[in-house]
């Protein structure tokens, strides 16, 4: 194990003390996801928070089979229906933020510092920050805005510090579904989530809803969490469909609430062949086979048939939370690194699954002499964080395929580079 560079310095161990959050994780199907999920909940660095999990049998076994599983607010739900379930548990949920967080995803240590800190400003009414893809390191989401027809469009923000934002004429702020915040009162008074967005676009037509009341939306870039795009009814791990019905139901339901009648017909069009593009472009890398294609297609003109003709209400949600804040026994831990080689792998990660345990938020970096891209994962395991690549390859995707670098330099750039998500010092 190599000592800890002076860049590198672990923070030292405290909560940040912000308002009242309650964190919101709806499951179903994917009990390891969440044990991954909740894993990492159980290294924030924030205070005070409680965790609500609305979920199937099987992540509710998991859920109980955790060390702070008393901790826990568990809801029992088994539909494949999120709104109804993020209703829940917006229901049960009694700090001042209700913040969400998806399954498969995984929060960094400092992740509800850096998304509540907008909360200070009583105009803000939704946070979002940015949502790192499958290597740990390039940006699935970051700061987007919706136009009025629900079409994701880039914004520029600044990447260091938070940006409180109106929405744009006839469209929104966007935040992302599975790194979001909203003020339980605001959420109250819009209904919620609306329960005819049994999958898709329930984040979405909130966004759209908020904007219409006036309220502002703070991006904040350094709330980060890690999204790995788990398996689940609608597409596997690799992201190839296996079902549309309820896109097309959920973009029926949206073009209702949100286009004049004289546009919908043309919308669709233009969204049904980017789905078949889509599908297209996975028929030629091998994903699908041309009768998926059809399958698929018409299971989306299915969906969006009955989407037509389903129910619209938004949730009804009482003003009281229907149970009383449940402080999550948040622990100060200090964020220190560790660098190791491949060679030394395997000893390294039992040191750093001991210091994990002694209350240690552990970064292991491991580095070969070689120019392989780097990957950041969370290991649910020995609840580290692990990077892997090569000293002279790219951790950023928009740097350069081989850089020379001294080995020492490369692990200081690297720590650096997260600090402020994973609770280093970051004024060395």
Known sequence: MTATPDSAAPQSAALESGVPVSIVIVSRNRPEALRRCLTGVGQLQ??????????????????????????????AFDRPNISAARNLGVAQAAG???????????????????????????????????????????????????????????????????????????????????????RREVLVALGGFDPAFHYYLDETDLNMRLARAGHATAIAPLAEVHHGFAANHMRSANRIPRDLFDIGASWAVFHRKHLPQSERASQWARLRADERRRLLRHMVSGGLEPRDVA??????????????????????????????????????????????????????????????????????????????????????????????????????????????????????????????????????
Do not use: C
């Open 295 to 428: 399958r698929l297609l018409h299971r989306l003109d299915q969906g969006h048939t009955e989407g037509v003709e389903r129910p619209i209400s938004a949730g009804m949600i009482a003003q009281e939370p229907a149970s009383a804040f449940r402080i999550f026994p948040a622990r100060p831990r200090r964020s220190v690194a560790m660098f190791t080689r491949p060679i030394k792998l395997a000893k390294d990660r039992a040191i750093a699954a001991k210091r994990v345990d002694s209350g240690e938020i552990v970064t292991l970096i491991s580095l070969s002499p070689t120019a392989l891209y780097h990957h950041v994962a969370f290991d649910p395991a020995d609840a580290i964080w692990l990077q892997t690549g090569g000293i002279y390859g790219k951790s950023a995707r928009n740097e350069a395929v081989f850089r020379l670098n001294r080995r020492r330099d490369r692990l200081k750039n690297e720590v650096r580079r997260v600090a402020s998500q994973r609770g280093f010092s970051d004024d060395r």
């Open 46 to 75: 924030y205070a005070p928070f409680e965790v609500i999990v609305v979920a199937d049998p099987a992540g509710a076994t998991v859920a109980r089979d955790l060390p702070f599983a008393n901790a826990l607010k568990l809801v």
């Open 96 to 182: 001042e933020v209700v913040a969400f967080i998806d399954d498969d995803a995984v929060p960094e240590p400092q992740w509800l510092r850096h998304l509540t800190a907008p909360a200070r400003q009583p105009e803000v009414a939704a946070m979002t920050g940015f949502v790192r893809g499958r290597n740990g390191i390039s940006f699935q989401y970051r700061a987007r805005q919706l136009n009025a027809q629900g079409t994701p469009e880039e914004l520029d923000v600044d990447p260091e510090n938070f940006s409180v934002l109106l929405p744009p004429q006839g469209g929104a702020i966007k935040t992302e579904g599975t790194n979001m915040a909203f």
